[in-house]
């Protein structure tokens, strides 16, 4: 497992900013789903589905992911908190490890390549807490999905936003004008499930079905 990468996917295709049109589009998030109560080893999935409420194609539709409070908005991890001791070599620790080719967008059997760069992630940007669902038509939604694997025991609050492009030229918004986001309160316990390695190499927790948090 690793930190998210560069690989940007999309319902209707990948995106830059350099090509992106300036304006306020309308999104809206149809699905938000992330499980409150986890456990240290426990693997579960973040789900979001956004749709453009809008008439004209959005250039980007982006995801920002922090966790909230002074130790994760210092944090260069989306999913992760800033150390505040001094001289430490990695400051930065994760509270959940992202899996390799996270997120995974729905119905995108062969993502887009950013930039022309490969990278073992999914929709990463330049930004580690940004990731790129790609350009969206007029009615159309994207869903991603973040798996993600608990390390630290804790309460944390996920923050998530969505935008409509990488330039500070783009910018989304709900019909009541609202930056479309919302949050996550989850708490992690320190007791760790009782775990067992699939055909497919992954560990999953014992008695959870492939349909479940895995």
Same mark, same amino acid.
């Given at each position: 497992m690793i930190a998210a990468g560069s690989l940007a996917a999309c319902g209707e295709g990948s995106s830059s900013d350099s090509?992106?049109?300036?304006?306020?589009?309308?999104v809206k998030v149809v699905k938000a789903e992330f499980p409150t109560e986890q456990r240290l080893g426990q693997t579960s999935l973040l789900h979001l589905g956004i749709r453009n409420d809008g008439d004209k194609t959005v250039p980007a539709v982006t995801v920002t992911i922090s966790i909230g409070g002074k130790a994760g908005e210092t944090s260069s991890l989306p999913f992760g908190i800033h150390d505040p001791q001094p001289e430490l070599a990695q400051p930065d620790r994760p509270v959940w490890v992202l899996a390799e080719g996270s997120p995974q967008i729905v119905g995108v059997e062969n993502? $887009? @390549?950013?930039? =022309? !760069?490969?990278?073992p992630g999914g929709a990463g940007t330049s930004s580690p807490k940004t990731f790129d669902l790609g350009t969206l038509k007029a009615g159309k939604e994207v869903e991603a999905t973040w798996k993600l694997s608990a390390v630290k025991a804790g309460h944390? $609050? @996920?923050?998530? =936003? !969505?935008?409509?492009?990488?330039?500070?030229?783009?910018?989304?918004?709900?019909?009541g004008g609202v930056k479309p986001g919302g949050s996550f309160v989850v708490t992690i316990s320190e007791r760790s499930p009782e775990t067992t390695v699939n055909d497919a190499g992954e560990i999953v927790e014992i008695g959870k079905s492939k349909q479940g948090n895995k």
């Open positions: 090509n992106e049109k300036a304006g306020t589009y309308r993502p $887009t @390549v950013a930039g =022309g !760069v490969k990278n944390y $609050t @996920v923050l998530y =936003g !969505v935008g409509a492009g990488l330039s500070t030229e783009t910018k989304a918004e709900t019909a």
